[in-house]
Every structure is written in structure tokens, then in C-alpha cells.
């Protein structure tokens, strides 16, 4: 009888520091969430019950007190991005099987139907012989940073008067093909446009930038799917051109130098476009 008290003693202690070390996670939590606007979830997983806090709801956009309690315990996966439902589920596991950090990054739905990045962190709560009753957790909505990020990427790669991938994206290119594909021969093709300084000078840069980003868009509308095209600078546009032949990479030469041959229509003036091409 003695023995059985003390275990049931030692139970009742045990389920105690699990509750206690839930409970001290989940105001750790709304502390952080407090502070940074991040929404709060708790997972049973014994239930397979979800719970979501009103400021994480109110993140996805359910204001009315009817919405919030229609999706208070939405699986955690519902609103997921299909694409990153994979992923999510790899890092879930992965925690609460081994214990590895919970921090994935992923697109959310909200109820306007538009996808929200957001940044999930958490933390299972694991009893001394290894069960775990309950995952706990923040969310907080990137989407501004990750936006600001993909801004950033893409300036770092592209032009920004006429949008092409710039210089570094053709060398990352143009190296990339030779270290996966050595034996398949591509073609560069340096093409510049004819009387460029005195559309500068006669209509000013404006008007310049303007004839840079028309022959821009009737380059990109020229070239096959696998061929790529860079603005170096100045009037200077690099092709790198996928051609077993010389025939062929001159067929796409010529191709190139008409697409951008004529006139460029500017408030009723016509500027003369043209331009020379080399290859290599």
C-alpha cells in the first residue's frame, strides 16, 4: 500500500512540473508575443487539439469574435501554402522526434486569401520518460522582411533602369553552365546601339532611358526560353546564347539585330534604333 501511495505521489509530482513547465513556457511566450506582436499556439498533441491565440487570428485577419471561434483550433497545417506543407511537416517532426531547434519559415493563408511569410518558433513539452503532451509556440508575420529581402536579392542581380539580370547574373550563369553542362557550347554576343551618344545628346537622358528599356523588352521578347540576355551598362547588352554551330549562333545574331531595328516612337519624334553585335 506504501508503495503504490508513493507512486501515485511521485505521478501526481510529475504531472505537476509538466503543467508547471507549460505553463511558465506559455507566459515566457506571451511576454515575447507581447513585445513583438507574434501570435501564441499550443498543441495537445494527446488531443491532436489546437489552440490559436487572438493576436496570431487576428494576424490572418479574423477580427469578428464568430471567426476566431470558428478557427480557434484549426490544424496546424490548414492554412499552410500546399508548397510548404512538406517542409513544415519535416521541421514538426523532426523537433519533436529529435529534439531539433523549431524555427521554420512559410506562407500562411489569410482570409483575404493572400499568403502571409511568417516565422514559427516553439518548443514541445517533454515529460522525464520521453512523452510529450504539448507543443508550444509563437508566430510572427515576415512578410514585410521577407519582401524587403527579395527586393534586395533581386537589385543585386538585375539592372535597374531596364530590369535584365545584370552583370554578376551573367558571369553566375555563364559559369554555372560550364561546371554542369562543360559539353554543351554556348555563344556570347556583346551587341551596342548605333548613334546611342547622340540620342543622349540631341533628346537628353530621359529620352535615353527611355530607347534602353524599349530595346530591352524587344530583346527579351527575341530570345529563346534557355538563351539570356544582360545589360552591362551604358548601351551595352551580353547575350549568352546556347549554339552548337556557327550557323546557328548566327541566325540568333541576326535575330537579336532586328528585333531592335527601326524606330523608337518618343511624344511624336522618331529616334532611329539600330545596333552592332559581336560574338564569341
Known amino acids: 500500500l506504501t508503495t503504490v501511495f508513493m507512486q501515485r505521489e511521485a505521478l501526481t509530482d510529475t504531472i505537476r512540473a509538466r503543467e508547471r513547465s507549460a505553463l511558465d513556457l506559455a507566459e515566457r511566450l506571451e511576454v515575447v508575443a507581447n513585445a513583438s506582436n507574434s501570435g501564441i499556439w499550443t498543441w495537445n498533441l494527446d488531443l491532436n487539439q489546437m489552440e490559436w491565440n487572438d493576436k496570431l487570428l487576428e494576424m490572418l485577419?479574423?477580427?469578428?469574435?464568430?471567426?476566431?471561434?470558428?478557427?480557434?483550433?484549426?490544424?496546424f497545417l490548414e492554412r499552410v501554402h500546399p508548397q510548404d506543407q512538406r517542409y513544415t511537416r519535416n521541421i514538426?517532426?523532426?523537433?519533436l522526434q529529435h529534439n531539433k531547434v523549431f524555427k521554420p519559415k512559410f506562407r500562411?493563408?489569410?482570409?483575404?486569401?493572400?499568403y502571409l511569410w511568417v516565422e514559427a518558433s516553439g518548443e514541445a513539452i517533454r515529460e522525464p520518460d520521453g512523452h510529450i503532451g504539448r507543443f508550444v509556440g509563437a508566430l510572427s508575420d515576415i512578410t514585410e522582411q521577407h519582401e524587403s529581402k527579395k527586393r534586395i536579392e533581386f537589385m543585386a542581380y538585375h539592372d535597374s533602369l531596364t530590369g535584365l539580370p545584370n552583370r554578376?547574373?551573367?558571369m553566375e550563369r555563364v559559369i554555372k553552365h560550364i561546371n554542369q553542362q562543360p559539353n554543351e557550347c554556348f555563344a556570347i554576343m556583346l551587341m551596342d546601339l548605333n548613334r546611342f551618344k547622340q540620342v543622349n545628346d540631341s533628346f537628353g537622358h530621359e529620352v535615353g532611358d527611355e530607347v534602353l528599356i524599349y530595346v530591352a523588352q524587344r530583346l527579351s521578347g527575341a530570345l529563346r526560353q534557355h538563351d539570356h540576355v544582360s545589360r552591362f551598362g551604358g548601351d551595352e547588352f551580353v547575350f549568352k546564347i546556347v549554339a552548337s554551330t556557327n550557323s546557328e549562333a548566327l541566325a540568333i545574331a541576326e535575330r537579336m539585330l532586328y528585333a531592335v531595328q527601326g524606330d523608337f516612337i518618343y511624344q511624336g519624334n522618331k529616334i532611329p534604333v539600330g545596333g552592332c553585335l559581336g560574338i564569341s
Not at 61 to 75: D, N, S
Not at 92 to 95: D, F, L, P, R, S
Not at 108 to 114: E, I, L
Open 61 to 75: 485577419g479574423f477580427i469578428t469574435e464568430e471567426e476566431k471561434q470558428y478557427y480557434r483550433h484549426m490544424p
Open 92 to 95: 514538426i517532426k523532426e523537433h
Open 108 to 114: 500562411m493563408q489569410a482570409k483575404s486569401g493572400d
Open 168 to 170: 554578376m547574373a551573367l
